[in-house]
């Protein structure tokens, strides 16, 4: 574990996290923790090991909003979750919510992902 003293030079991470569906947020949300398909692991568990703090902006595919945002409490494990169903999640890890209100992407529209050819972040 990184003391806090250690992680205050270090970068600050955001990553947009899709949900397929909302109970998928709302599990997150009930009990803090997440999981995502195993093509993303390595990056979030990269940024959690290298940065001070990753922070996952989540939205649901297709609703045109944000429904909050949560910091990254662990790194990702090898234990799987049944709370999704899928067989295509990876490890869970843990999440502590930050906010949790659902935000239109119309107010973040200023925001561009200079990564993703300066396209919108939504």
């Known amino acids: 574990s990184k003391s806090p003293s250690a992680r205050q030079n270090m970068p600050v991470r955001y990553f947009i996290m899709k ?3 909302l109970q998928n947020i709302d599990i ?3 009990k803090g ?3 995502t398909v195993p093509s993303n692991e390595g990056k979030l568990n990269r940024a959690f090991w290298e940065g001070s703090m ?3 902006i989540f939205s649901v595919q297709g609703s045109g909003c944000f429904q909050g945002f949560a910091r990254m409490g662990s790194a990702i494990g090898c234990e799987k979750s049944q709370d999704w169903g899928s067989s295509g999640f990876g490890g869970v890890f843990k999440v502590e919510w930050i906010r949790k209100e659902s935000i239109p ?3 973040a ?3 561009l992902n200079p990564w993703n050819d300066s396209k919108k972040v939504q």
């Open 109 to 111: 529209q200023h925001l």
């Open 19 to 21: 949900s397929s569906n």
């Open 33 to 35: 923790i997440w999981s």
């Open 105 to 107: 992407f119309q107010f």
């Open 28 to 30: 997150s949300q009930q």
């Open 54 to 56: 990753v922070y996952l």
